[in-house]
């Protein structure tokens, strides 16, 4: 079965850089379904998502000693780095596709939308008016960090889904989601969702296994 998340609604937009203390009001879902490689290497990854009239706010908190972070150039292949993804279809009954949010640990972004693997439309900085994020880590790395872990944080603007689709989010609704951490070129490869993905080789584009996104009422 699927699982499902209700993103719970703030009272006021927030920092995305600021304290973590801000996300404790809104749960958190694990990314544990580490798939295809057996090499034991499974990092903890926790993730939170908030929900305002303008924003969908998500956070992700993962314990990794060692990070790769090479890549600062936006829409730079992000996933051979330390890598955390959000894919989401917030309206699965259209059937136009998902958008794949996939950062590094310097926060660098991969960006697109489309309805497979495929077929993609990389997005321009110039449709994320008013995307922010904020990593833990400033500058790029490859190596131990003294914490053994590291966040990333972002909010997307509600009016990309109503652009992308034609509709715009209302509370109540379902879509599909699903949350991943890969690094296809780290010093132990790995492959981990939060809605297990049922194909024979690492393949995270697959809407067909994404979860339940419920966004919450007031």
């Known amino acids: 079965m699927a699982p499902q998340y209700e993103i719970l609604r703030a009272g006021k937009d927030f920092d995305v850089g600021g304290p973590a203390s801000v996300w404790r009001e809104f749960p958190s879902l694990s990314v544990d379904h580490y798939l295809w490689l057996k090499n034991g290497y499974e990092p903890r990854v926790r993730v939170q998502l908030g929900l305002t009239d303008r924003f ?6 993962v314990e990794e000693k060692k990070v790769r972070a090479r890549f600062t150039r936006f829409q730079d292949p992000v996933y051979k780095d330390s890598c955390v993804e959000f894919f989401v279809d917030p309206f699965p009954d259209l059937k136009r596709g998902y958008l794949n949010f996939e950062a590094n640990a310097v926060g660098t972004f991969l960006i697109a939308f489309g ?6 439309r990389p997005l321009r900085k110039a449709d994320l008016r008013g995307f922010k994020s904020a990593s833990s880590i400033k500058r790029p790395m490859d190596g131990e960090i003294r914490t053994g872990r590291w966040a990333l944080a972002y909010r997307i603007p509600l009016e990309l889904f109503d652009k992308m689709y034609g509709r715009p989010v209302r509370p109540g609704g379902r879509g599909a989601a699903n949350f991943y951490k890969c690094g296809d070129e780290a010093e132990f490869p790995h492959y981990g969702a939060w809605s297990p993905v049922g194909t024979p080789s690492p393949d995270f ?3 067909e296994f994404f979860g339940t996104l419920i966004f919450g009422r007031m």
């Open 56 to 61: 969908l706010y998500v956070r992700f908190d």
């Open 115 to 120: 309805p497979d693997r495929r077929s993609r």
């Open 205 to 207: 584009h697959r809407p």
